[in-house]
């Protein structure tokens, strides 16, 4: 892992934290964050990714380490951060008894945007998010999509230099997620705006990350660019599915040609190849003259997916549950925000 320069929006070195003096839910985390990038964040749930997030957004105290944010040393003025930066939580911050537009200008009076320039931000962001209709109607009565757009809103409408976006579109539907990452590439354009996001949705980190890091265990055991981290699988991968419990297949299949590696995986093989349509025949007659029968094979092609699969040894399942510590912390950086603008 590249060591820090220290010149980027967001600079994390040897960030660790640590719960009840034994529990290390962040271990030694270092990388930097460029301006005007979009920063994916992925990781299993459990893994520090919502405490290393926390912790960046000055919601949350470090044990060790250090990071900075738009030039700002985040553990010695954590204030001065949640002045300067945007956030929009998976959780619904916005005031549903408000309107939106009275949710907006209760942000806009908690980060100190000047009063001359309220009415004009307001009413730009209620146009650009597509909810001026809804402007006087309680937020409480918005569809999901149109209460993501509020809440991204909310968070910008300081004009912050960076936005944290943390599982921003968990629960929309596809054409909801397009939408809000529309209004977050808009944003980007016109204003150079440095985007960390967490996401259980791959497709939206492949699209629109410019970079990636993987965290597992409080480590990164991953990061580069969407093409880079695919680069590093070396092939397709072909998964070979016996119909029963057996032998180890894995010296029958690297004796096939043109498999690179194999790896046993949950009773199945993963077999990594540079042509996966070539070797998936090749796979079956090998198993059928050793009397083995399949379940299945199928083949996929490098995804981030797979990338998840290679370098945490799990499948990246969008429903899975928060732990305890990813809830209790999520719970205490919403409460810690919404005091801190106070």
């Not at 990388?31 to 290393?52: C, D, I, S």
């Amino acid at each position: 892992m590249a060591t820090p320069t220290g010149k980027g929006t967001i600079v994390a070195a040897e960030l660790t934290k640590v719960y009840n003096g034994k529990v290390r839910a962040v271990d030694g985390v270092s990388f930097e964050v460029a301006q005007g990038e979009v920063y994916g964040f992925l990781g299993p749930n459990g893994a520090g990714k919502t405490t290393t997030v926390a912790v960046l957004t000055a919601g949350l105290s470090a044990t060790s380490g250090q990071a900075t944010v738009d030039g700002i040393d985040v553990l010695r003025h954590p204030e001065d951060v949640k002045r300067r930066i945007g956030i929009v939580f998976q959780e619904m911050t916005s005031d549903g008894d408000l309107t939106g537009r009275e949710n907006l200008e209760l942000a806009a009076a908690l980060y100190g945007v000047p009063r001359s320039e309220v009415a004009s931000r307001v009413n730009g962001l209620l146009e650009r998010m597509q909810v001026a209709d809804a402007a006087d109607r309680l937020a409480k009565t918005y569809s999901g999509g149109m209460r993501r757009r509020l809440e991204l809103a909310v968070g910008t409408v300081h004009s912050p230099g960076v936005l944290f976006l943390d599982e921003p579109t968990l629960g929309l539907d596809p054409q909801g997620r397009a939408g809000f990452w529309k209004y977050v590439q808009e944003l980007r354009r016109e204003h150079g705006m440095t985007v960390f996001v967490t996401t259980h949705y791959l497709e939206e980190a492949d699209g629109m990350c410019d970079r990636i890091a993987i965290i597992d265990h409080g480590r990164i055991v991953a990061s580069g660019t969407p093409a880079e981290l695919k680069d590093r699988l070396g092939g397709d991968i072909v998964t070979v599915r016996p119909l029963a419990a057996g032998p180890d297949l894995t010296p029958l299949l690297k004796a096939v040609p043109g498999v690179l590696t194999v790896t046993a995986q949950d009773g199945s093989y993963r077999v990594k190849c540079p042509n996966g349509e070539g070797l998936v025949p090749k796979l079956v007659e090998a198993c059928a003259r050793s009397n083995v029968s399949l379940a299945g094979v199928s083949l996929k092609r490098p995804s981030l997916d797979e990338v998840f699969l290679e370098f945490t040894g799990r499948e990246f399942r969008e429903d899975e549950g928060f732990s305890a510590t990813d809830r209790a912390v999520m719970l205490g950086r919403v409460q810690n925000q919404l005091g801190g603008r106070r």
